[in-house]
């Protein structure tokens, strides 16, 4: 595999000879290290809504960033002209950030040997729009003919091309071809009463129009919005205080996303900030928890072959039994603290410098039958559903919200409460992890987590759990 | 169409293109900014960025059949390749009864200087900038010795240009600037870290706090603070200062967008004339107030901005509508219609603001015996459809109308209509620091629940 076989590298006719002397223009000033990151997108959506295909969008934009390091400073320029000039003034620009005599760059980029994570035959965005858009009337189809309370369905089907070239001025050349798809289905209901609720379902992942059309994933994701939106209309107000939590397998998993993985990013470890600075070695939960980030799993939606800034993912332990092993890292973090890249540099796009985040974060299955963690609980609350979360990395203070939960009364499931967001503090609440189930999930497809700004895909899961104490925050 | 500027060019050019190729009706958007940011950490420069970018989107109309393409390449092949996109994709969608552009009469924009762009913002030099940025993390790290780390400080500036144009001969552009000036202190103390912060913005540096101001109003928040613990679950009033009490006005905006109304996913749907306040709440919607960052000469749609009152001494008074959703309820359109570069109008808010009241702050605080003073929230547990709200929070715990021990780790839940109905002050402390402003709130009673 050469250059050549980058398709930015062949529509913009960019050669090494080009890179290299852009990446000179960047550290022209001094600096320590200079990187280059083009990007091409390409985008497609498509929304039905009262039964209509009311808005079909498509998109292009090109860009490249250039990026300029020095010590602990970092300048950044962009531009969305590929025109040679244009790439070299930002290159200048960047480079004001260092004043030093001018750096070499080291001649003869090497290309990154990278694995192909997602080969998909025929990205969603190269099939042709009228299958895209057979898909999203079937789910609106099968929502409204799944029960008679169902006013309103909203379906969608968004997917994307990214093609990237990343040139590092020590020698790295790679590049990739991310594509990315999902679909969301939302219901509403209406009861004899009036009282109206909704429903959501959504999944994809870097998966052609195939993941969807093979899984029957429009008619499952219909029926799981409509059942959700129904279980609501039954719903008693949530309980309020601190109470034993059992966590359903697979979307909660965003507990893991709130609780630690923001924690652990190494930006804000290597500057001091975090709840968990400082606690390499240490034990932050329940000896039953193993966490993971992994950027290096097939089709899904927080994988990469290579991170934003060259280097390959992979898997990579944040807590092994209990005890926190290592943050995760970007380059400048992984210089600055000594240690190894672990493929987690990323960015929202080539306007954005990249920071450490999160990929595919979840905890191994442990050994308990998930029926028995529900039959344990004398009374307490069982989370099969979440929306969002939100964490304070210095104090640790983390939130996410229930979207779809059941009292538990002597080790069984009873009735069905309202929304409540759930709080803890992230080095403490793992510690009251007392059962963790066999059965792993991943979630659907669904995560964007944002970060000063940057929005990125990434994907969470966990088996069902049982923490001991942690406050629940209804209104009964 | 007399093209003022190469941007209104490439707008009218985009409708010359969707008339060319068959289009029934057309609207273009052009947008193109330039930003800077600098960070500041511990006094040195840790992050500088400058750069620009530019864009433009078409949404076209075939009979009521509508298609949308954007693109990042303005030469005249990138224009013409995303109009062929954008009639692709209107060929596959399906006929709306409702789709159309704004009635001609809706048209317009208002006249005079809104003060929306300053060149003081790009000729401020980036040392000053910079120093600016250092300043005020300064000020913020020299307050106190328990503030002993920063997340930095920073200062961003931008500037930019939107132009917009449709086939019924609508024309305009505006130009525009801001910037910003903010500081994230942390603090320790018995182990326990703390972050909080303060920032400033407004469209000329003129307008902004000075950097003192910023840096030691950041420390006072962090230090407030240190020591926080959980507090008993109970039902308890609650004061929102104006930075979280905001987000309130931003849940009533979500309730009132003519999008959630016409689909029934309000709880404000169908209640038009109706209480669902109390009678000392007054909402109102207004893009005309010069200077500020929701004010604008005319909507994503070309029709002036106005002043619209939303909830009037309690009664809903109006809903906030673009065309498309003025046309599905039968109603006149607010003005409010908000997009990027392409794609159907969603509905957005001008300077969205709750009217002041007559009491301070503090006489709000004296007057609870016991309850809790919010001054943040996490997390998005708001539920637009039912109105169910459970946030996480931090903030200060009232005794006997004194503000005392910090609090953290709690939630605090009920429901949006009951508590909008259950404000019993408003504080006299309306400030814009952005587009949704509110004074302090005082809600009866919520549910705290902690430990």
């Not at chain 1, 070239?165 to 050349?173: F, H, K, V």
């Not at chain 2, 539920?383 to 021990?405: F, H, K, M, P």
Request: overall charge negative; proline content about 4%; charged content about 20%.
């Amino acid at each position: 595999m050469g250059l050549s076989c980058s398709l930015i590298a062949q529509t913009f006719a960019i050669g090494t000879a080009e890179l290299e002397r852009w990446l000179s223009a960047a550290l022209s000033r001094g600096g320590d290290y200079a990187d280059l990151y083009f990007e091409y997108l390409e985008t497609t959506s498509l929304s039905l809504d009262e039964s209509i295909v009311k808005s079909a969008t498509q998109g292009v934009t090109v860009g490249v960033g250039v990026r300029v390091i020095s010590g602990e400073r970092t300048g950044y320029a962009y531009s969305d002209d590929l025109d040679s000039e244009r790439i070299l003034k930002a290159a200048r620009t960047a480079a004001c950030i260092a004043a030093g005599p001018a750096t070499i760059v080291e001649t003869g980029l090497a290309d990154v040997s990278a694995p192909s994570l997602y080969p998909v035959p025929v990205p969603a965005a190269e099939s042709t729009l009228a299958e895209r858009v057979a898909l999203i009337v079937e789910a609106d189809e099968t929502a409204r003919a799944e029960d008679s309370r169902v006013f309103q369905v909203q379906a969608s089907f968004a997917d994307s091309v990214k093609h990237v070239l990343i040139a590092t001025s020590d020698g790295r050349l790679a590049w990739d071809r991310q594509p990315m798809a999902r679909l969301n289905v939302m219901a509403l209901v209406r009861d004899a009463s009036g009282r109206v609720e909704h429903g959501y379902q959504g999944g994809g992942g870097r998966v052609g129009l195939g993941h969807f059309l093979e899984g029957g994933l429009a008619r499952k994701y219909a029926k799981e919005a409509v059942r959700q939106a129904l279980v609501q209309l039954g719903a008693a107000e949530a309980p309020a205080g601190e109470m034993t939590v059992v966590l359903g397998p697979g979307w909660p998993g965003i507990l893991l996303h709130e609780a630690v993985g923001h924690g652990l990013e190494a930006d804000f470890n290597r500057k001091q900030v975090s709840a968990f600075s400082g606690r390499v070695g240490q034990l932050v939960a329940s000896p039953l928890c193993t966490v993971v980030d992994n950027g290096a799993m097939a089709g899904r939606r927080g994988s990469l072959n290579v991170d934003d800034e060259g280097t390959p993912s992979r898997e990579n332990v944040l807590i092994e039994n209990g005890v926190l092993r290592g943050y995760l890292q970007d380059r400048l973090s992984s210089q600055l603290l000594g240690a190894a890249p672990t493929g987690n540099g990323r960015r929202e796009n080539y306007q954005h410098i990249p920071l450490p985040r999160m990929t595919n974060t979840y905890m191994l299955p442990g050994e308990s039958d998930p029926e028995e963690i529900i039959r344990s609980v004398k009374k307490g609350l069982y989370c099969a559903t979440f929306g969002g979360g939100q964490v304070d990395i210095t104090s640790g203070n983390f939130v996410f919200s229930a979207t779809e939960s059941y009292l538990i009364e002597d080790g069984r499931l009873g009735r069905p409460v309202r929304g409540a967001t759930l709080i803890g503090n992230g080095p403490e609440a793992l510690k009251h992890v007392s059962m963790v189930g066999s059965d792993l999930k991943l979630d659907e497809g669904v995560g964007i987590c944002g970060k000063e700004g940057q929005s990125v895909p990434v994907g969470v899961g966990i088996p069902t759990v049982r923490i001991d104490r942690i406050t629940v925050g209804g209104n009964a | 169409m007399n093209p003022r500027n190469s941007y209104e060019e490439i707008a009218a050019s985009l409708i010359r293109l969707a008339e060319e190729r068959g289009a029934g009706a057309a609207e273009a958007t052009v947008s193109a900014g330039d930003e800077f940011e600098a960070q500041i950490r511990l006094g040195n420069i840790e992050t500088l960025k400058e750069a620009g970018s530019r864009a433009a989107g078409i949404r076209l109309l075939f009979d009521r059949r509508v298609g949308s393409a954007y693109t990042s390449d303005l030469t005249p092949e990138g224009l013409r390749r995303m109009v062929d996109s954008a009639a692709a994709l209107a060929a596959i969608s399906t006929e709306d009864p409702h789709a159309g552009l704004p009635g001609a009469g809706d048209l317009g924009a208002l006249e005079g200087d809104l003060q929306l762009f300053h060149e003081s913002v790009d000729a401020l030099d980036p040392a000053v900038k910079i120093d600016l940025a250092r300043q005020a993390e300064r000020a913020a790290l020299d307050f106190d010795p328990r503030i002993d780390n920063s997340e930095g400080g920073s200062f961003g500036s931008s500037s930019g240009w939107r132009a917009f144009a449709n086939s019924l001969g609508f024309l305009g552009s505006y130009r525009s600037s801001s910037c910003s000036l903010s500081v994230v202190p942390v603090a320790s103390a018995e182990g326990r870290r703390e972050r909080d912060y303060w920032f400033t913005s407004a469209r000329s540096p003129e307008g902004l706090e000075s950097p003192e101001f910023v840096g030691q109003t950041a420390a006072r928040r962090v230090l407030r603070r240190l020591g926080a613990r959980k507090a008993a679950t109970q039902k308890a009033p609650v004061v929102f200062e104006p930075r979280v009490a905001r987000s309130l006005v931003g849940h009533i905006f979500s309730a009132v967008s003519g999008d959630a109304v016409y689909r029934k996913a309000s709880y404000l749907a169908g209640l038009l004339g109706q209480p669902v306040a109390g009678a000392n709440v007054t909402i109102v919607d207004d893009g005309t107030l010069p200077g500020l960052f929701g004010t604008s000469p005319f909507d994503d749609e070309g029709v002036p901005s106005r002043r619209t009152a939303v909830i009037e001494g309690g009664v809903l008074a109006n809903y906030l509508l673009n065309s498309y959703t003025a046309r599905k309820l039968g109603l006149k359109t607010t003005g409010n219609a908000s997009r990027g570069v392409t794609g159907n109008a969603s509905v957005g808010h001008g300077n969205l603001f709750l009217q002041p009241g007559d009491a301070s702050p503090e006489q709000m605080i004296s007057s609870v015996r016991n309850g809790l003073f919010v001054t943040e929230l996490l997390g998005s547990g708001v539920n637009i459809v039912n109105g169910d709200y459970s946030r996480g929070a931090a903030g200060v715990w009232i005794e006997n109308g004194e503000l005392t021990w910090p609090v953290h780790e709690i939630t605090i839940s009920g429901n949006l209509r009951r508590m909008f109905e259950q404000i019993e002050a408003v504080g006299s402390d309306l400030e814009f620091r952005g587009s949704v402003a509110c004074p302090t709130l005082l809600i009866g009673e919520m549910t705290v629940s902690g430990q």
